[in-house]
């Protein structure tokens, strides 16, 4: 890795007498809170409200088997949403491995295939370069970054900390966390590395190091703890962790971690340090793990399934920078990290392991993304060298599903889990439809990777989007999926609530089933109906709105209608730290905060779809009026019916189902709000969720089950009918 001398010159001239030694972290225009703009209706929709029949039949007409794994979860590193989010670690920057860059299009220059010019960089001198991001001096002790003591061969860049001679009271220095750090009651756990520079000795009266949590504005200390050293190594470097246990809540998140130590026993004393971490409580206690609240967000949608690690996050900027499953296991001081796809630097912490555990601890089914000869610079493994690919995509497997037998089982084994995991589900890159490539790499991996592991679904991530621009479709062999991706204006989802109805038999591909991998409403509906990626005010939507969860909801029912086409779905993205993102809308906001995290409609609507449907479909006759502005679909278990109808319309509609057998009771859930624009924001998280139905009725009026029930204008509803 090549370090800027400049750079390291830099850091140790300003991070000297408790300076800021951070550069300037990017800033983005800040996510408008609440949109004042937007569609007085939806597109496409019928401006009727004649009655509207509907009837249920329990004993006649077809039915089909639920997908069980409908509703899931993506993940990719966008926006923050592991470094910085999901992942526990609050420190930024604990290993040095790297830094955030941009791109921009400079006048004058080429800009095709893609205008990849980096003009923005936090080490100016070589982008993506470690940087002294994050850190701060305590007592005037020096800071520089260091290349001649490295941690490890993938750790080559430390921190050097020098003690003045003249050093009085506490010295050392504090870490910012992304963007502060949270501080509740709960313990919190600590450790570094550190290696004393023996030669100049000066610490051999040290007795201890103490961790803190403190203010940034009162420097009020909220708990400290002392670990104690013992005698330090001054060949190689000793590992201290320590717990802090904190019983008080601060007021807001703007704290930092604190790592001192007593001036008088290290005056003129000189330390290296690197891996610097600190997690709080993680999900399920899991070592390395999820950040507590966050996970517990995700888990509280009940996700059938995750798709992971990406995403384009997967592909590289370049095939050098992809995401290399062998480059994510094991101890973390030999993760290297990686540039990300979106501006930042993975540490890499978070790696595949600790995504197959997330899906054990979530009851999830892992659909593992493969990276499959593609990167983001347009360049394409030759096909001559896709062995190489299909290779690396069956050592990862091995790893994944491989008994201790097995080479990379048992190197699995050796990361302390001997037990296999169930891999049913690989996608075969992310939307390759990018490239001209995958006609050639999609059959090299799909045949090789069936041969080994044949009872494996596989996910082609392209099919006929590249129709126009390289002239191709993929075939599809029957029992493979495709994943499809749609960020579109509203109107365009109320169009798909057919489209799967006959579309294997229209496309000819029996049997292939569909993954609605990412979908969201990206902005509202405008004339020529082209997406604008530069996000004009005007038309962007930043935070999922009433409007969003309505339409997707209408998407989401005529998935729920074929379950025999349709076996999954997952909105994108998921998660983004609201202090730097890439991307919006998100299905959840968050800053380091707890109490700042924002639950969209869009997580609401998943929620309350996933909670409420039956393990097999229901026919439904329309006896009176017709669909549009409502949409419907019903379900059934064993003791309940459910019906799902959503009112995309600006006024109420009567509606009236007849049910062929009697219910006992009814009960509903509903989201709505007076403002089709309407969102959930900070200060108020809750101005959009589900809530009950009130005055639905107790039983049936007849012998058969009849109800009446007029649906609010721009509601998302689901009735269930207890029999």
Same mark, same amino acid.
């Given at each position: 890795?090549?370090?800027?001398?400049?750079?390291?010159?830099?850091?140790?001239?300003?991070?000297?007498?408790?300076?800021?030694?951070?550069?300037?972290?990017?800033?983005?225009?800040?996510?408008?809170?609440?949109?004042?703009?937007?569609?007085?209706?939806?597109?496409?929709?019928?401006?009727?409200?004649?009655?509207?029949?509907?009837?249920?039949?329990?004993?006649?007409?077809?039915?089909?088997?639920?997908?069980?794994?409908?509703?899931?979860?993506?993940?990719?590193?966008?926006?923050?949403?592991?470094?910085?989010?999901?992942?526990?670690?609050?420190?930024?920057?604990?290993?040095?491995?790297?830094?955030?860059?941009?791109?921009?299009?400079?006048?004058?220059?080429?800009?095709?295939?893609?205008?990849?010019?980096?003009?923005?960089?936090?080490?100016?001198?070589?982008?993506?370069?470690?940087?002294?991001?994050?850190?701060?001096?305590?007592?005037?002790?020096?800071?520089?970054?260091?290349?001649?003591?490295?941690?490890?061969?993938?750790?080559?860049?430390?921190?050097?900390?020098?003690?003045?001679?003249?050093?009085?009271?506490?010295?050392?220095?504090?870490?910012?966390?992304?963007?502060?750090?949270?501080?509740?009651?709960?313990?919190?756990?600590?450790?570094?590395?550190?290696?004393?520079?023996?030669?100049?000795?000066?610490?051999?009266?040290?007795?201890?190091?103490?961790?803190?949590?403190?203010?940034?504005?009162?420097?009020?200390?909220?708990?400290?703890?002392?670990?104690?050293?013992?005698?330090?190594?001054?060949?190689?470097?000793?590992?201290?962790?320590?717990?802090?246990?904190?019983?008080?809540?601060?007021?807001?998140?703007?704290?930092?971690?604190?790592?001192?130590?007593?001036?008088?026993?290290?005056?003129?004393?000189?330390?290296?340090?690197?891996?610097?971490?600190?997690?709080?409580?993680?999900?399920?206690?899991?070592?390395?793990?999820?950040?507590?609240?966050?996970?517990?967000?995700?888990?509280?949608?009940?996700?059938?399934?995750?798709?992971?690690?990406? +995403?384009?996050?997967?592909?590289?900027?370049?095939?050098?920078?992809?995401?290399?499953?062998?480059?994510?296991?094991?101890?973390?001081?030999?993760?290297?990290?990686?540039?990300?796809?979106?501006?930042?630097?993975?540490?890499?912490?978070?790696?595949?392991?600790?995504?197959?555990?997330?899906?054990?601890?979530?009851?999830?089914?892992?659909?593992?993304?493969?990276?499959?000869?593609?990167?983001?610079?347009?360049?394409?493994?030759?096909?001559?060298?896709?062995?190489?690919?299909?290779?690396?995509?069956?050592?990862?497997?091995?790893?994944?599903?491989?008994?201790?037998?097995?080479?990379?089982?048992?190197?699995?084994?050796?990361?302390?889990?001997?037990?296999?995991?169930?891999?049913?589900?690989?996608?075969?890159?992310?939307?390759?439809?990018?490239?001209? &490539?995958?006609?050639?790499?999609?059959?090299?991996?799909?045949?090789?990777?069936?041969?080994?592991?044949?009872?494996?679904?596989?996910?082609?991530?392209?099919?006929?989007?590249?129709?126009?621009?390289?002239?191709?479709?993929?075939?599809?062999?029957?029992?493979?999926?495709?994943?499809?991706?749609?960020?579109?204006?509203?109107?365009?989802?109320?169009?798909?609530?057919?489209?799967?109805?006959?579309?294997?038999?229209?496309?000819?591909? &029996?049997?292939?089933?569909?993954?609605?991998?990412?979908?969201?409403?990206?902005?509202?509906?405008?004339?020529?109906?082209?997406?604008?990626?530069?996000?004009?005010?005007?038309?962007?939507?930043?935070?999922?709105?009433?409007?969003?969860?309505?339409?997707?909801?209408?998407?989401?029912?005529?998935?729920?209608?074929?379950?025999?086409?349709? &076996?999954?779905?997952?909105?994108?993205?998921?998660?983004?730290?609201?202090?730097?993102?890439?991307?919006?809308?998100?299905?959840?906001?968050?800053?380091?905060?707890?109490?700042?995290?924002?639950?969209?409609?869009?997580?609401?609507?998943?929620?309350?779809?996933?909670?409420?449907?039956?393990?097999?479909?229901?026919?439904?006759?329309?006896?009176?009026?017709?669909?549009?502005?409502?949409?419907?679909?019903?379900?059934?278990?064993?003791?309940?019916?459910?019906?799902?109808?959503?009112?995309?319309?600006?006024?109420?509609?009567?509606?009236?189902?007849?049910?062929?057998?009697?219910?006992?009771?009814?009960?509903?859930?509903?989201?709505?709000?007076?403002?089709?624009?309407?969102?959930?924001?900070?200060?108020?998280?809750?101005?959009?969720?589900?809530?009950?139905?009130?005055?639905? +009725?107790?039983?049936?009026?007849?012998?058969?089950?009849?109800?009446?029930?007029?649906?609010?204008?721009?509601?998302?509803?689901?009735?269930?009918?207890?029999?």
């Amino acid at each position: 890795m090549l370090i800027s001398t400049a750079a390291l010159a830099a850091f140790a001239v300003v991070c000297q007498n408790g300076a800021s030694a951070e550069p300037q972290r990017q800033s983005y225009s800040p996510i408008i809170e609440r949109q004042a703009y937007g569609e007085s209706y939806i597109n496409g929709t019928n401006s009727t409200n004649a009655e509207v029949g509907l009837r249920i039949s329990t004993e006649q007409g077809q039915r089909n088997k639920t997908s069980p794994l409908l509703y899931g979860w993506m993940i990719e590193d966008i926006s923050h949403s592991i470094e910085g989010g999901l992942y526990g670690e609050l420190l930024v920057n604990r290993a040095f491995q790297g830094s955030s860059y941009t791109y921009t299009n400079p006048p004058g220059f080429n800009t095709r295939p893609v205008g990849n010019y980096i003009t923005i960089a936090e080490n100016s001198d070589v982008p993506t370069g470690p940087t002294p991001l994050g850190y701060r001096s305590i007592g005037g002790a020096r800071l520089t970054l260091d290349a001649f003591h490295p941690l490890s061969d993938e750790l080559p860049v430390v921190m050097r900390v020098d003690v003045p001679l003249n050093a009085t009271g506490e010295v050392g220095f504090l870490n910012e966390g992304w963007w502060g750090m949270a501080v509740i009651p709960q313990t919190y756990n600590a450790s570094f590395y550190i290696l004393p520079y023996e030669a100049r000795g000066n610490y051999s009266g040290l007795t201890g190091i103490n961790v803190s949590l403190r203010s940034n504005l009162t420097n009020e200390i909220w708990a400290t703890e002392k670990i104690p050293v013992g005698n330090l190594s001054g060949w190689d470097y000793t590992q201290l962790s320590g717990q802090i246990k904190n019983i008080q809540t601060a007021s807001n998140s703007n704290n930092s971690f604190a790592v001192t130590f007593d001036a008088s026993e290290v005056a003129g004393a000189t330390f290296y340090f690197n891996l610097i971490s600190l997690f709080g409580e993680t999900f399920k206690d899991r070592p390395n793990g999820l950040r507590k609240d966050l996970g517990q967000n995700v888990y509280d949608l009940r996700p059938k399934f995750l798709r992971f690690p990406g +995403g384009n996050n997967i592909e590289g900027e370049s095939i050098a920078t992809r995401w290399i499953w062998n480059e994510t296991i094991g101890p973390l001081k030999h993760r290297k990290g990686r540039p990300g796809d979106w501006n930042y630097y993975n540490t890499n912490g978070f790696g595949l392991l600790e995504f197959l555990e997330w899906t054990e601890d979530m009851e999830m089914e892992p659909v593992l993304a493969i990276y499959a000869g593609y990167s983001l610079d347009h360049s394409s493994y030759p096909e001559d060298l896709m062995g190489e690919v299909l290779q690396s995509a069956l050592d990862e497997l091995e790893y994944c599903t491989g008994n201790t037998s097995t080479k990379y089982g048992a190197l699995r084994a050796e990361h302390g889990r001997p037990e296999p995991f169930k891999i049913n589900y690989v996608e075969l890159g992310n939307e390759d439809w990018f490239s001209s &490539t995958y006609p050639y790499r999609f059959p090299i991996l799909y045949n090789g990777v069936k041969e080994k592991y044949p009872n494996i679904t596989l996910i082609s991530t392209a099919f006929d989007e590249a129709a126009e621009s390289f002239n191709y479709t993929i075939d599809l062999p029957k029992g493979s999926m495709w994943d499809r991706h749609h960020y579109e204006e509203p109107h365009f989802y109320l169009d798909q609530y057919h489209f799967y109805d006959n579309w294997q038999q229209e496309t000819n591909n &029996t049997d292939v089933k569909i993954f609605l991998g990412e979908y969201s409403v990206f902005q509202v509906d405008t004339p020529d109906g082209i997406l604008n990626y530069s996000d004009p005010a005007d038309i962007h939507i930043s935070y999922p709105r009433l409007l969003s969860a309505v339409v997707e909801g209408v998407l989401l029912l005529g998935a729920e209608r074929n379950p025999e086409v349709i &076996t999954m779905s997952s909105y994108a993205p998921s998660l983004a730290n609201f202090n730097r993102y890439n991307w919006t809308p998100n299905m959840i906001t968050f800053t380091a905060n707890p109490n700042e995290t924002i639950l969209s409609t869009s997580y609401y609507l998943q929620k309350t779809f996933n909670q409420y449907r039956g393990t097999e479909t229901l026919p439904i006759e329309n006896t009176k009026g017709g669909l549009n502005p409502l949409w419907w679909a019903s379900s059934i278990d064993s003791n309940t019916i459910y019906l799902k109808v959503i009112n995309s319309g600006n006024t109420s509609v009567p509606l009236s189902v007849d049910v062929d057998v009697p219910y006992s009771s009814v009960n509903g859930t509903i989201i709505t709000n007076p403002d089709l624009n309407g969102s959930n924001y900070f200060n108020n998280q809750t101005a959009i969720v589900p809530v009950p139905i009130e005055g639905l +009725g107790t039983d049936s009026t007849g012998g058969n089950g009849t109800f009446q029930w007029q649906v609010p204008s721009y509601s998302i509803n689901v009735l269930q009918f207890d029999i």
